[in-house]
């Protein structure tokens, strides 16, 4: 990838990079698979998502984070608020961040990251469904299937609706080329990454939380920000 040929990204308060777009990258199955990697914790699961193509993929990827460059994909939301999802290509310190920006915020939500440390959920199935289906411009791609599957490894809900196996399964179908994209969609919601599910509530606080051990949208952790900033994150998201 030449560098020179890349757009920069700017996220106000959140220092690295260059943060650069890199959208042709969702044109690459090999990308998907271990984009969704972390989602998968069984080995069975594993067979699933890579199939024959494990090597492919880990090349690819190792690929990906020895550039100078951090690719950077944004999901647009209603009334200007953004998601961004950054591939942080330190040496040292590899993983992907997923943070909310608005432009009359000083600085970034961290919601989610993604890396040997992970930090989340970030995302409920509403406001992961709601993200990907506003159809709004100005990002990465307006894809649904895209948008679900850049989302995915920042979500986590032990509510998950009866259809959600087949709504993930058809943007698999559409956007990875595994065989089996209804076992895997079952197996990715069964697993649902690093932390597990969690339960979202609003009862006491009037905005949405969870009770994840390793989320920063529980306001019970030491790390989560404050109750201010946890709601306003929650009425960004807000389907």
């Not at 956007?175 to 599910?197: I, M």
């Amino acid at each position: 990838m030449n560098s020179a040929d890349l757009h920069p990204v700017r996220i106000p308060g959140y220092e690295g990079g260059p943060l650069t777009k890199q959208a042709e990258l969702l044109d690459e199955p090999v990308f998907w698979m271990g984009h969704l990697s972390s989602c998968v914790q069984r080995e069975e699961a594993e067979e699933l998502l890579f199939g024959a193509d494990y090597e492919a993929v880990g090349d690819f990827h190792r690929q990906l984070f020895e550039q100078a460059a951090w690719p950077t994909f944004t999901v647009p939301l209603a009334d200007d608020h953004r998601l961004h999802i950054v591939y942080r290509t330190l040496s040292d310190d590899p993983g992907i961040d997923y943070l909310l920006h608005h432009p009359g915020w000083n600085q970034a939500e961290l919601i989610a990251q993604d890396d040997g440390h992970f930090m989340g959920p970030g995302l409920s199935w509403p406001e992961l469904v709601a993200a990907t289906d506003n159809a709004l411009p100005g990002g990465s791609t307006t894809d649904r299937d895209a948008r679900l599957l850049l989302l995915l490894p920042a979500f986590g809900d032990d509510d998950a609706p009866d259809d959600a196996a087949d709504r993930l399964a058809g943007a698999l179908r559409a956007r990875t080329g595994v065989e089996d994209p209804e076992s895997l969609a079952s197996a990715l919601l069964e697993d649902q990454g690093a932390p597990g599910p969690a339960r979202w509530t609003t009862a006491g606080h009037g905005f949405s939380v969870n009770d994840g051990e390793y989320s920063f949208r529980n306001p019970a952790n030491g790390f989560a920000p404050t109750v201010e900033r946890l709601s306003r994150v929650a009425t960004a998201l807000a389907p």
